[in-house]
Structures are given as C-alpha cells and as structure tokens.
Nanobody
Framework: QVQLVESGGGLVQAGGSLRLSCAAS????????VGWFRQAPGKEREFVAS????????YYADSVKGRFTISRDRAKNTVYLQMNSLKPEDTAVYYC???????????????????WGQGTQVTVSS
C-alpha cells in the first residue's frame, strides 16, 4: 500500500510556471507507476501525464505536451509535474495517482490506478 500527498499548487498568472510534487510513502513506494490527473469545476477528471515505476517512460495528454514535464526522484519517492506556459484552461484540482508496477489497462484511464492523493488546487489567472 502507498500513501500520496500532493503539494505545490497555487495561483499563477497565465504564462507562468508551477511545480507540483507527489510524495509517496510506504514500503514499496518506489515500485509504483504514477499519473497526474486534473478536474476542473463541472468537468470530468482528465489525464495529464504519467511515468512508469522505473522512470523509463513518460506519457502526456496532447493538451499539455511540450509545456508540462513529469519526472520522478526514486531516492525521494517523489514524482514532480513541472508546468510551464500555464493557461487559464489549466485551472483545476490536480491529483496524483499510483498503481503497483504497471497499469492493468491504460496509463490514461483513472480506473487503472489504485491509490489517489487528496489533490492540490492550481489556478491560472488571465
């Protein structure tokens, strides 16, 4: 089992940057693939980015490709989401999620993840 805690959200102007962190705790925390999802008011939760448990592969939603970067520090059991060139449409609650080793179906489906953090708010003003 793993516990996830997100941090780093806040208010930023359009064009600015934020870095979100997802700290994982638990005996086998480094063996989990991790994804970031977001949910804006009135909208469904959507996939943002994910990284395999080895850190060898990363995946991105088309809407964030080229602007966001997911990475992990296995020694710190922490996954980061560096968000650059932020847009007002990036405003949402961002959640990190984890699954042991790999996804049973697909990396961009929320049902593929077993553990979720509490979320962190990101607000981008125009």
């Amino acid at each position: 089992q793993v516990q996830l805690v997100e941090s780093g959200g806040g208010l930023v102007q359009a064009g600015g940057s934020l870095r979100l962190s997802c700290a994982a705790s638990g005996r086998t925390a480094s063996s989990y693939s991790v994804g970031w999802f977001r949910q804006a008011p009135g909208k469904e939760r959507e996939f943002v980015a994910s990284v395999t448990w080895t850190g060898g592969s990363t995946y991105y939603a088309d809407s964030v490709k080229g602007r966001f970067t997911i990475s992990r520090d296995r020694a710190k059991n922490t996954v980061y989401l560096q968000m650059n060139s932020l847009k007002p449409e990036d405003t949402a609650v961002y959640y990190c999620a984890a699954v042991y080793k790999s996804w049973s179906s697909s990396y961009d489906v929320s049902d593929s993840y077993d553990y979720w953090g509490q979320g962190t708010q990101v607000t981008v003003s125009s």
